[in-house]
Every structure is written in structure tokens, then in C-alpha cells.
């Protein structure tokens, strides 16, 4: 099973950023992004079914985030719009194959976690 997170980087307040997660080795139901800012517990951010592609955003980050798969590249994608200094933080992708919507964003329901990319958002 490979996890791999990339992508992330020093941006400015209102810039884009996207992350890929390659998400491999396994048939996993469900990736998802988490992130942990300094200081602060890991919290979910996104989640898409890989089979349909049913999306699940954090209410905290709706309207300028999205996800989306490559199931050809087996890549998970998560799209940053409108960044903000708020969003600092190390980004982890997580994937399991027990994921049922009821429990999406929930740290415990992900077997299989990648090891993280930092994105920096300046004001």
C-alpha cells in the first residue's frame, strides 16, 4: 500500500494550490485529505468515494476546496482556492476500504495515512 502526498509550498493569501495523492496497492473505497496546523488536532478537510466519486467537504473549507480522482493515475486530487493564513497546515491524505459515508470524516475510519506535505500560506 503507497500513500504519497505532495504538492505543498510557501503561497500567498489568495493563491491556488493543488495537492495529488497517490493512493495505490490496495482497492481502497475511500481517500481523504486531513490537515493539523501547529498546535492544533489533525481535522478533516475532504473526501471522495473512488467508486462514483461522491464528494465530502469540511464545512470550514466549502466553497474554496474541492476533490476529485484520477482513477487512472490512481490520484487524488485536492484543489486549494483562496488560501488563507488559516489554512497552514500539513496536509495527509488517508485512504481505508471499511469507509461508509456515516463516518468519512472521522480519523479512525482510515487504515492507511501518507506522510504529510506542508503548505504555508502567508498573509
Known amino acids: 500500500v503507497q500513500l504519497q502526498a505532495s504538492g505543498g509550498g510557501l503561497v500567498q493569501a489568495g493563491d491556488s494550490l493543488r495537492l495529488p495523492c497517490l493512493a495505490s496497492g490496495h482497492t481502497f473505497r475511500w481517500v481523504a485529505w486531513f490537515r493539523q496546523a501547529p498546535g492544533k488536532e489533525r481535522a478533516f478537510v475532504a473526501a471522495?468515494?473512488?467508486?462514483?466519486?461522491?464528494?465530502n467537504i469540511a464545512e470550514s473549507v466549502k466553497g474554496r476546496f474541492t476533490v476529485s480522482k484520477d482513477s487512472a493515475k490512481n490520484t487524488v486530487y485536492l484543489q486549494m482556492n483562496s488560501l488563507r493564513p488559516e489554512d497552514t497546515a500539513v496536509y495527509y491524505c488517508?485512504?481505508?476500504?471499511?469507509?461508509?459515508?456515516?463516518?468519512?470524516?472521522?480519523?479512525?475510519?482510515?487504515?492507511?495515512w501518507g506522510q504529510g506535505t506542508q503548505v504555508t500560506v502567508s498573509s
Open positions: 471522495v468515494k473512488l467508486s462514483g466519486g461522491a464528494t
Open positions: 488517508a485512504a481505508g476500504h471499511s469507509v461508509i459515508t456515516s463516518n468519512v470524516a472521522s480519523q479512525s475510519a482510515y487504515s492507511y
